[in-house]
């Protein structure tokens, strides 16, 4: 039987809830989602392109590419080991010859994939993890400093401001706008008592860190963001806002935390090792091979 080409298609709201339910079988055999989060939230919009492959319910195969570039791609369990992610990926190349496909935790099959298609890993989102066992009370604020935690339909400006100053750089946090604040705020994980801002004595907000609970039966907690405003760097406050956070998971009993930096960013992962984190798992982005590609 001829198995037809993956092909563009308009998700609505059946199609993007196809493509999370193809997600959910792969991660229930694959043990990590293979879509990230910001994919997963702009599913059902006008962003991007879409291709599906017919096959098991509700696809056998599906690759999306954002505005940006970046690629999500999966392949059904059941429609695995016949060249279904090669066609899918070399469906997304012939359209976007410059395009960066995530491959979410770093399975071999992707590996085997990549490098059957000539594509070189160009970027590494690492997740770290500690337990939170022994983690000490929340420290005083440093003087001249507050902190209070968010108050929805009051703080999201000033939220979103501090958030585009400290990851003006960073290729997916510093884009998030006032819809994307909303899609976040509306999924059935967020607490305003776990997003920590503090303000200098002016009233402005100086930092933040945004804990996140997807799973509670999971034991994990996140730092989901954790920003500093370039203004008021210098003064501890990332580490204080982290410690602030850390405690505060504690406190809710659960037995771990984790989070995800860039696998360039040294300092960062100096900070994080001194904090107790260390390396869990890796999320990797191949392309073309490229100037920009890793070791």
Same mark, same amino acid.
């Given at each position: 039987?001829?198995?037809?080409?993956?092909? @563009?298609?308009? &998700?609505?709201?059946?199609? $993007?809830?196809?493509?999370?339910?193809?997600?959910?079988?792969?991660?229930?055999?694959?043990?990590?989602?293979?879509?990230?989060?910001?994919?997963?939230?702009?599913?059902?919009?006008?962003? /991007? #392109?879409?291709?599906?492959?017919?096959?098991?319910?509700?696809?056998?195969?599906?690759?999306?590419?954002? +505005?940006?570039?970046?690629?999500?791609?999966?392949?059904?369990?059941?429609?695995? /080991?016949? /060249?279904?992610?090669?066609?899918?990926?070399?469906?997304? &190349?012939?359209?976007?010859?410059? *395009?960066?496909?995530?491959?979410?935790?770093?399975?071999?099959?992707?590996? *085997?994939?990549?490098?059957?298609?000539?594509?070189?890993?160009?970027?590494?989102?690492? !997740?770290?993890?500690?337990?939170?066992?022994?983690?000490?009370?929340?420290?005083?604020?440093?003087?001249? %400093?507050?902190?209070?935690?968010?108050?929805?339909?009051?703080?999201?400006?000033?939220?979103?401001?501090?958030?585009?100053?400290?990851?003006?750089?960073?290729?997916?946090?510093?884009?998030?706008?006032?819809?994307?604040?909303?899609?976040?705020?509306?999924?059935?994980? %967020?607490? +305003?008592?776990?997003?920590?801002?503090?303000?200098?004595?002016?009233?402005?907000?100086? *930092?933040?860190?945004? #804990?996140?609970?997807?799973?509670?039966?999971?034991?994990?907690?996140?730092?989901?963001?954790?920003?500093?405003? +370039?203004?008021?760097? /210098?003064?501890? &406050?990332?580490?204080?806002?982290?410690?602030?956070?850390? *405690?505060?998971?504690?406190?809710?009993?659960?037995?771990?935390?984790?989070?995800? !930096?860039?696998?360039?960013?040294? @300092?960062?992962?100096?900070?994080?090792?001194?904090?107790? %984190?260390?390396?869990?798992?890796?999320?990797?982005?191949?392309?073309?091979?490229?100037?920009? $590609? &890793?070791?």
């Amino acid at each position: 039987m001829t198995r037809e080409s993956p092909r @563009p298609t308009t &998700l609505d709201e059946t199609g $993007a809830q196809g493509v999370r339910d193809l997600a959910d079988a792969a991660t229930r055999v694959d043990g990590v989602a293979p879509l990230g989060e910001d994919f997963l939230l702009r599913l059902g919009t006008d962003e /991007g #392109t879409h291709l599906v492959s017919p096959g098991a319910p509700p696809f056998a195969g599906y690759a999306g590419i954002a +505005p940006d570039g970046a690629v999500e791609l999966v392949v059904h369990p059941d429609e695995r /080991g016949h /060249g279904l992610g090669t066609e899918l990926a070399r469906a997304v &190349l012939d359209r976007e010859p410059q *395009a960066r496909l995530w491959a979410h935790g770093d399975l071999p099959a992707a590996q *085997a994939l990549a490098a059957g298609l000539g594509l070189t890993r160009v970027r590494e989102l690492l !997740v770290l993890r500690r337990p939170l066992a022994g983690v000490p009370d929340a420290p005083p604020a440093p003087d001249g %400093f507050a902190l209070r935690t968010f108050r929805p339909g009051q703080d999201e400006d000033a939220l979103l401001a501090i958030n585009a100053a400290a990851f003006a750089h960073h290729p997916e946090q510093g884009r998030l706008d006032r819809a994307g604040l909303a899609q976040r705020t509306e999924q059935a994980w %967020f607490d +305003p008592a776990g997003l920590f801002l503090v303000e200098d004595g002016t009233g402005d907000l100086a *930092a933040f860190h945004w #804990t996140k609970v997807a799973d509670p039966a999971s034991g994990i907690g996140e730092v989901y963001v954790v920003g500093v405003s +370039p203004q008021h760097q /210098g003064h501890g &406050l990332g580490g204080y806002v982290t410690a602030v956070g850390l *405690a505060h998971l504690a406190g809710l009993g659960l037995q771990g935390v984790e989070l995800y !930096v860039e696998g360039d960013n040294a @300092p960062a992962l100096a900070t994080y090792a001194r904090a107790g %984190f260390g390396r869990h798992a890796v999320h990797s982005m191949y392309a073309r091979a490229t100037a920009d $590609a &890793l070791p």
